[in-house]
């Protein structure tokens, strides 16, 4: 079936670095955009961004640009999110969710991951 | 940047009530809204797109309206399943802001 299966938790010092993973199956992973959603304890869901499967061009929304990176590997059908510098305000769970698109510039994340939790503390 | 603003940040409604949540973007964004329901300790996941499009398995329950800067989700009648939280996301522009959610809650 169509999944996103995600890398599990991670407690991290800050000053670190982490790096999250979502492997896709079930479908061509080249045909979808994959979405980045931050969502801190308690709180609701923040667009990160997305990465172009075809191209790997990635795009950040603001806040999240300079220590976020996401990077593709195709010959596992794997998007990576890595931050660094981690702060205790990265403190969250971090989903990725499928963009299919519904219209030629405009998507909607039909299919997510599980979540990683990311926990930054000394 | 676009803003997306949900109303009421929460609310607790009877079983088979009719629930509406609105959600206003800060500019035009045609119908390109998407709904989001996420259950207590659980992932997100869609319901609505392009404003009044129902996703796949998804409960006639559940429907969605307006264009431009207003939109509504209405659950026609309330089930104990539907608690959760409830996002709304523009897709109009680059930047897809979701909506602060709406907290829905039974009394």
């Known amino acids: 079936q169509v999944q996103l299966v995600q890398s599990g938790s991670e407690l991290k010092e800050p000053g670190a670095s982490v790096k999250v993973s979502c492997k896709a199956s079930g479908y061509t992973f080249t045909n979808y955009a994959v979405n980045w959603v931050r969502q801190a304890p308690g709180q609701g869901l923040e667009w990160m961004g997305w990465?172009?499967?075809?191209?790997?061009?990635?795009n950040y929304a603001q806040g999240f640009t300079g220590r976020f990176v996401f990077s593709l590997d195709t010959a596992v059908n794997t998007t990576h999110l890595q931050i660094s510098g981690l702060r205790a305000e990265d403190t969250a769970i971090y989903y990725c969710?499928?963009?299919?698109?519904?219209?030629?510039?405009?998507?909607?994340?039909?299919?997510w991951g599980q979540g990683t939790l990311v926990t930054v503390s000394s | 940047d676009i803003q997306m603003t949900q109303s009421p940040s929460s609310l607790s409604a009877s079983v088979g009530d009719r629930v509406t949540i609105t959600c206003r973007s800060s500019q035009n964004i045609n119908n390109y809204l998407n709904w989001y329901q996420q259950r207590p300790g659980q992932v997100p996941r869609l319901l609505i797109f392009?404003?009044?499009t129902l996703h796949s398995g998804v409960s006639s329950r559940f429907g969605g309206s307006g264009s431009g800067t207003e939109f509504t989700l209405t659950i026609s009648s309330l089930q104990p399943e539907d608690v959760a939280t409830y996002y709304c996301?523009?897709?109009?522009?680059?930047?897809?802001?979701f909506g602060g959610g709406t907290k829905v809650e039974i009394k």
């Open positions: 990465i172009n499967t075809n191209s790997g061009n990635p």
């Open positions: 996301q523009q897709s109009y522009s680059f930047l897809r802001a």
């Open positions: 392009a404003a009044s």
């Open positions: 969710a499928r963009g299919f698109y519904y219209d030629s510039d405009s998507d909607a994340s039909d299919v």
